[in-house]
């Protein structure tokens, strides 16, 4: 059974960085993982994806060039590391997962965590 777990939202100020780890249970390394966020008031989307080979097929326009996502397929976890954030960037996040190639489409994912979430203080 598969179980996905996420950890490090915090409350922040704007220009922190922040990493955002999911630990996986139950998935090989070539299932493809990703980070969606839902901000408050807003639909659900996708920020990044990573194939089980680790190649990054997918960033959100917004976080390109400062949100990086990566995998340790040996410690099972999936990272999201997070520079320059701001306001726009307040959501909870949560990991999914799926087998087969990496997708922005929600919809395509049968494995989510619960999210976790992140706050920039004013």
């Known amino acids: 059974q598969v179980q996905l777990i996420e950890s490090g939202g915090a409350l922040v100020q704007a220009g922190d960085s922040l990493r955002l780890t999911c630990t996986a249970s139950?998935?090989?390394?070539?299932?493809?993982m990703a980070w969606f966020r839902q901000a408050p008031g807003k639909e659900r989307e996708a920020i990044s994806c990573i194939g089980g080979s680790s190649g990054t097929e997918y960033y959100l326009d917004s976080v390109r060039g400062r949100f990086t996502i990566s995998r340790d397929n040996g410690k099972n976890t999936l990272y999201l590391q997070m520079t320059s954030i701001t306001a726009e960037d307040v959501a909870i996040y949560t990991c999914a997962a799926r087998r087969g190639y990496c997708t922005e489409y929600e919809t395509s994912y049968y494995h989510w965590g619960r999210g976790t979430q992140v706050t920039v203080s004013s």
């Open positions: 139950g998935l090989t390394s070539k299932d493809a």
